[in-house]
């Protein structure tokens, strides 16, 4: 009967959907773990790099490396160059894994949706085709209870909403009120760039499933969302790790 063949059809319809956001989950977290490794690597061989700097061609969506720079010294100052791919000719460590690290980067920004994008940007120290990816943290968890602990001593974990930005904070719970709850609050002290890297790693965990499995617990259907969307199993309760 028509009506059966329609209905079989959205069903099809519907478990392709579902096939293809799982193809693009994947996609993402093979993007992220393949840069964990490049930056692991790069970190072994010249441990003060900071940033990767590349030449990128949109329409092959391909890349070439320009080498390696450390963290700016000043906010006026650019960043150092520790190595660079193009003139090096065997001085370097790197120098036998420049083919390598080139791969490694383009595999890491292939997908148009990488979470890796999030931290590119253009090089503005230099003229024409030149941009910087910023390498992720060695522990991103870490790095974030850091962050937040610089504003707000006493947190002791955050609420996450992915579907803000990919992972913004949206509650940070500070310890235990007089009543016995959770003493919460919505007023992040930290500045936009603060908000934005936190808010780029807890999306890159949240896409790395073995760092989400670990950090970001489900706020469960009792959750109350500050801002009055209904629960969701997008927004995340992660308790930060200690700080020294």
Not at 7 to 12: G, T, V
Not at 107 to 121: F, H, N, R
Not at 154 to 161: L, P, S
């Amino acid at each position: 009967m028509p009506s059966e063949v329609t209905d079989r059809l959205a069903q099809l319809a519907r478990q392709r959907d579902e096939l293809a956001a799982h193809h693009r989950r994947i996609e993402k977290a093979y993007a992220l773990a393949v840069l964990d490794h490049l930056a692991e690597q790069v970190r072994q061989l010249c441990p003060k790099t900071a940033y990767i700097t590349f030449a990128y061609h949109g329409n092959s969506r391909e890349v070439d490396l320009y080498g390696l720079l450390g963290a700016e010294p000043g906010a006026l100052s650019p960043l150092p160059w520790l190595w660079d791919a193009r003139e090096s000719e065997g001085e370097h460590p790197l120098d036998d894994y420049r083919d390598k690290l080139e791969v490694d980067l383009q595999l890491a920004l292939e997908p148009y949706d990488s979470p890796a994008w999030a931290t590119v940007s253009r090089n503005t120290a230099a003229d024409g085709n030149s941009w910087v990816l910023q390498l992720p943290p060695a522990d991103r968890a870490a790095r974030i209870a850091d962050l937040v602990r610089q504003y707000h001593p006493e947190a002791t974990a955050i609420i996450v909403d992915v579907r803000s930005a990919g992972g913004r904070v949206i509650e940070i719970i500070q310890g235990i009120a007089e009543d016995g709850t959770d003493n919460r609050t919505t007023r992040r002290r930290w500045p936009r760039a603060a908000d934005d890297a936190i808010t780029t790693w807890v999306a890159q965990m949240f896409a790395l499933p073995r760092l989400a499995h670990r950090h970001l617990l489900p706020a469960g259907p009792a959750y109350r969302h500050p801002y009055g969307a209904g629960p969701s199993p997008l927004v995340r309760l992660m308790p930060l790790p200690p700080t020294a």
